[in-house]
């Protein structure tokens, strides 16, 4: 059984871009995968995944020509089924045993084993290994009909099959080539009406030869290279053209660098084989548009690189990456810059036209454009943002920052109604702010529109300023209770109104930018302006929120800030997020705090014990009704519930203050004195005592303690 590196290669129609990444990891590991399941592959095998635009391939290290033998058993029926009282077979056990492929002959050597209550028939033998062939054709099959595929074709096939021109299959893209190499043998299989051969095809316009012989499973993608002028590997193509950005870059000088867009370098990645970066230019007269537009139309329409300077200012030239590589580029290069001109043209005259008319000239508009069928127009939406801003501006800055907010608000979603942001809606926001400083208003207004959407996605930087964090709390608000209060919500795979999203924008803006507002207000301020048009969302959307606090807390790439300042690294355990979380604390800037002092507390060599200990109050009381009241000392008898009773009156009240200091940490680390008082008093105290104001007294006790001691966090949830 001798062990080869295989190479399998589809040929195809151009793939979509988008996908290409995805589908090339998809091919080479469901391949691999099912040549694994089948003994063909050792587990730990090389898989090397290849993607062009033109091709899917993968190269497995180490296939068997034929997989090993296995042994198998197979339970057959009880004895007392399969063989009557003389020991000779039973018709059914003959009836499985051919089933099985064996006949009489076999009985003599079935094995007999207890199995449960009874002693059973066993029938063992010896499964031949799978033919590489046979294998691989079902690795095929499996892999190709598991890719991600964004959407099928249906196209007809010209030869090799019984109705040329009649017959159809489905795949992403019409398949012209197989490629099916064991070492240097060729596999017979066929996938998608094709053939497999040692025959593939390079690029387009550059191949050395076509068609391209691949002599060897190993030599693929240096065949492919030399002969084809493809580079094959999607990961090699997008580090080369990487590499040739960054030295176009410095080719032009004064520190320049393309602009960072991971998902355009994978899209590029996808549309070329033979990567050619070339520096292009434009007329600096384009600059005088905001660069964002620019850079979006570059971007998007044309898939091009633009140059920043050192400042991070746009400048004059923008990076191609071609796909062939002339002699003289100049026709490429001037081609491309004919291409962008009118791109550009068009968004300067989107930013002139724009600019003739004021924001508030448009506010009027707002009123005829439907936002929601159940909750008005996008003008009703902006006067309830509006109310919610001011209610929040007035909370936390008095009048002045009510009224920023309010003009912000009321402007904020202007410039939907302008020319630019209908061609590019990714620049909502950001034109808004272009032109409310073209209409004179204030930077903080002007930063406050532009950044009213933040954060967008996480990650995303915050509002800039107050008036900023106000409107983006308002709008983001107002979002989440209408679709609460409407009842249109996220369900597992669909959320149309990016209430999640909303959601944790809320969340990182309370904490991050220490916003010293409780969520409960929060949600009841902005359920006002709706008035009757909905129902209260408040418990519902709340929950929603806590949801959204634990993935936030749980997320490691998070630095999360110790209450003294100091960065610490770490992810929560579930157990610390559940124990703050537990309580429903509503103020939500102070989570980090109280987090962090669950932290240091759970590392106390007194936390196990009395995380225990809580928990055995908290069951006690739920059991227990009509606690209350203050704790008499008179009825104290027991040595060891004076004790507990003197240790809280000398430990809880410096706790509580350092708790409404906002010392979490120090609050609960005093309590760490209780540990050895509150064992002897579960040790030597009979809580359910027969005399009831005893028992009513050691309850109202207990009671204090639990209270105490679940201010910060409810440490029972610390429990093993």
């Known amino acids: 059984m001798s062990a080869q590196n295989l190479l399998v290669e589809l040929f195809v129609e151009e793939l979509p871009p988008k996908a290409l990444k995805k589908l090339g990891e998809a091919f080479a590991t469901g391949l691999a995968a099912s040549l694994q399941a089948q003994g063909l592959a050792p587990a730990d095998a090389a898989v090397t995944a290849f993607a062009s635009p033109r091709r899917l391939a993968a190269h497995v290290a180490g296939v068997l020509a034929r997989a090993a033998d296995k042994p198998q058993s197979h339970k057959l029926m009880p004895v007392s089924v399969g063989l009557d009282a003389s020991g000779q077979p039973t018709p059914a056990l003959l009836k499985r045993l051919g089933a099985l492929g064996a006949d009489a002959s076999a009985v003599a050597g079935l094995r007999r084993a207890v ?127 990487a590499r040739q950005l960054a030295a176009a870059a410095a080719q032009v000088g004064g520190a320049c660098r393309p602009v960072e867009d991971e998902a355009l370098l994978d899209e590029v990645t996808a549309l070329v084989e033979r990567p050619n970066v070339l520096i292009c230019e434009f007329e600096k007269q384009f600059l005088d548009v905001p660069q964002e537009c620019l850079i979006l139309t570059m971007k998007a329409n044309q898939k091009y690189f633009p140059l920043l300077d050192a400042q991070g200012r746009l400048t004059n030239r923008f990076l191609v990456v071609s796909n062939i590589r002339p002699d003289d580029a100049s026709a490429v290069i001037g081609g491309n810059e004919r291409v962008v001109r009118p791109r550009l043209a068009d968004a300067k005259f ?169 969520l409960d207000w929060l949600l009841g301020a902005a359920a006002v302006p709706f008035g009757t048009l909905i129902k209260d ?48 604390p509503q103020l939500l800037r102070s989570l980090d705090a109280q987090l962090h002092a669950v932290l240091e507390f759970a590392s106390l060599p007194e936390a196990p014990a009395l995380a225990a200990a809580n928990k055995r109050i908290g069951n006690i009381l739920k059991k227990s009704e009509g606690v209350g009241g203050p704790v008499n000392a008179g009825l104290l008898k027991e040595p060891a519930e004076k004790a507990l009773f003197d240790a809280m009156q000398a430990t809880v009240p410096g706790a509580d203050a350092r708790f409404e200091a906002g010392d979490f940490t120090a609050s609960l680390q005093a309590l760490a004195a209780l540990r050895a008082p509150v064992d002897a008093f579960f040790d030597g105290v009979m809580v359910n005592a027969d005399d009831p104001a005893l028992k009513a007294n050691r309850l109202a006790l207990l009671q204090q303690l639990h209270r105490a001691m679940n201010r910060v966090a409810d440490l029972s949830r610390l429990a093993a």
């Open 115 to 241: 199995d449960g209550k009874a002693e059973a028939l066993f029938f063992d033998s010896i499964a031949p290994g799978v033919e590489l062939a046979a294998g691989l054709q079902k690795a095929l099959d499996e892999a190709i009909a598991q890719l991600p595929i964004p959407k099928v074709m249906t196209y007809q096939l010209e030869s090799g099959c019984a109705l040329p021109g009649w017959d159809s299959v489905q795949f992403v893209r019409p398949a012209h080539g197989l490629v099916a190499l064991h070492g240097a043998e060729v596999v017979p299989v066929k996938a998608l009406g094709l053939k497999a051969g040692n025959a593939t095809h390079g690029h387009r316009f550059e191949a050395r030869v076509d068609p391209v012989a691949i002599a060897h499973a190993d030599a693929y993608a240096d065949t492919l290279a030399q002969d084809g002028a493809v580079i094959a590997s999607f990961a090699e193509r997008r580090a080369e053209i």
């Open 350 to 518: 989107f930013f002139d036209q724009d600019r003739k008319k004021t924001l508030e000239s448009r506010v009027e508009g707002l009123g005829k454009v439907v936002y929601h069928n159940q909750l008005g127009t996008q003008g009703e939406r902006v006067e309830r943002v509006r109310a919610i801003a001011r209610a929040i501006g007035q909370r936390l800055g008095g009048d002045v920052l009510a009224q920023q907010a309010d003009t912000a608000a009321r402007l904020a979603k202007t410039d939907l109604l302008t020319d630019m942001v209908g061609e590019f809606p990714e620049l909502q926001g950001i034109m808004g702010g272009y032109y409310a400083r073209h209409d004179g208003l204030s930077e903080d207004i002007a930063f406050a529109i532009e950044d009213h959407y933040k954060p967008r996605f996480a990650g995303d930087a915050l509002p800039r300023n107050a008036v900023g964090t106000v409107v983006a709390l308002a709008d983001k608000l107002e979002t989440l209770v209408g679709m609460f209060g409407i009842g249109n919500l996220p369900t597992g795979d669909k959320d149309p109104f990016a209430l999640r999203r909303h959601a944790l924008g809320v969340v990182r803006m309370l904490i991050e930018a220490d916003v010293p507002v409780n």
């Open 537 to 584: 969302p408040s418990a519902e959307l709340e929950q929603f929120i806590y949801e959204r606090l634990r993935g936030y807390f749980r997320d490691e790439d998070r630095s999360v800030k110790h209450p003294r300042g100091v960065s610490v690294p770490h992810a929560y355990t579930n157990a610390e997020i559940d124990a703050v979380l537990a309580l429903r």
